[in-house]
């Protein structure tokens, strides 16, 4: 099974499927988590970088940050 979930890809093979609820560590032997390596805190942050002492960003600045985000 390969989802997107929280910003990122899940990769989850099925080894035995249960019918009825079970305890976590019943669960955990029911599936492998074959998912790629959480990225670290600097590959996920894509902020902007501004000269220093650039001061605040320009209501037409933030509006193309807001463009590039998705928002």
Do not use: Q, W, Y
């Amino acid at each position: 099974v390969r989802l997107f979930h929280a910003g990122r890809e899940r990769v989850v093979v099925v080894r035995k499927p249960v019918t009825k609820r079970v305890g976590a560590p019943v669960a955990a032997e029911c599936f492998v988590d074959n998912s790629p390596p959480v990225p670290t805190a600097v590959e996920a942050a894509v902020v902007g970088i501004r000269d220093r002492g650039a001061g605040r960003p320009t209501k037409r600045e933030r509006r193309e940050f807001d463009s590039l985000r998705g928002r």
